[in-house]
């Protein structure tokens, strides 16, 4: 079965630097590959995913991940981290061979100080 | 367009008791899942309906059952709840066809005594 691999429980950056949220997986065929976001008491956000094409996919509020197929890796990206971004993010993924088994990472705490 | 909803947002039961967690979608989604979230862990499927009629067991089905009721509704139900069910439940959905993305409902979140 697919698995993804968080490898920060916690990512510490200054407002305004720029920010990664790493993501590794491992999956029999190809994936799809996505990015959630958790606020405090809410439900998973959708922010970008990966299903084919240009390996650069970009998503809400600025923020953009990587596919790299040869490291099986699908790291978030920002550019400049807003105080406003600190929540709980969770990469997942999906064989494209069983459209329902979506597995998620374990999750990592982003906390962006002023 | 109120998505996914869940009632309730919280519960308290004791142990050996039962109970069902409401979801219900109005994107006209097929597809329609129950997640576990337990910290450090990550969410887990417990069970999802791929289309009305249809259930199948994910992860962690254990001590679940569910009811796809019609299109819209999903049910997860506990018969005999236990103190390792408590956790945060989530119901997603998802409109059928290849990477589709999974929306998700505002949570449960259920303590067991």
């Known amino acids: 079965a697919q698995s993804v691999a968080q490898p920060e429980d916690q990512v510490n950056v200054a407002e305004g630097n720029p920010l990664t949220v790493k993501c590794t997986y491992s999956?029999?065929?190809?994936?799809?590959l996505f990015w959630y976001v958790q606020y405090p008491n809410r439900g998973l956000q959708f922010l970008l995913k990966?299903?084919?094409?240009?390996?650069l996919v970009k998503g809400s509020y600025g923020f953009e991940a990587e596919f790299n197929k040869s490291q099986t890796s699908f790291h978030l990206k920002k550019p400049s981290a807003l105080v406003s971004d600190s929540a709980l993010y969770f990469c997942?993924?999906?064989?494209?061979?069983?459209?329902?088994?979506?597995?998620f990472g374990a999750g990592t705490r982003l906390t962006v100080k002023p | 367009n109120a998505g996914v909803t869940q009632t309730p947002k919280f519960q308290v039961l004791k142990t050996g008791q039962s109970m069902t967690l409401q979801c219900a979608q109005d994107?006209?989604?097929?597809?329609m899942y129950w997640y576990r979230q337990d910290p450090g862990m990550g969410l887990r499927l417990i069970y999802y309906?791929?289309?009305?009629?249809?259930?199948d067991k994910g992860e962690v089905p254990n001590g679940y059952n569910v009811s796809r009721l019609n299109k819209r509704e999903f049910s997860l139900r506990l018969e005999s709840a236990a103190p390792s069910q408590t956790s945060v439940y989530f119901c997603?959905?998802?409109?059928?066809?290849?990477?589709?993305?999974?929306?998700f409902g505002p949570g449960t979140r259920l303590t067991v005594l």
């Open positions: 997603a959905s998802r409109l059928a066809g290849r990477g589709n993305t999974q929306y």
């Open positions: 999956v029999s065929g190809n994936p799809y």
């Open positions: 990966y299903i084919t094409g240009d390996n």
């Open positions: 997942a993924v999906r064989d494209r061979g069983n459209n329902n088994d979506m597995r």
């Open positions: 994107m006209n989604h097929n597809s």
């Open positions: 309906s791929a289309s009305e009629g249809t259930t």
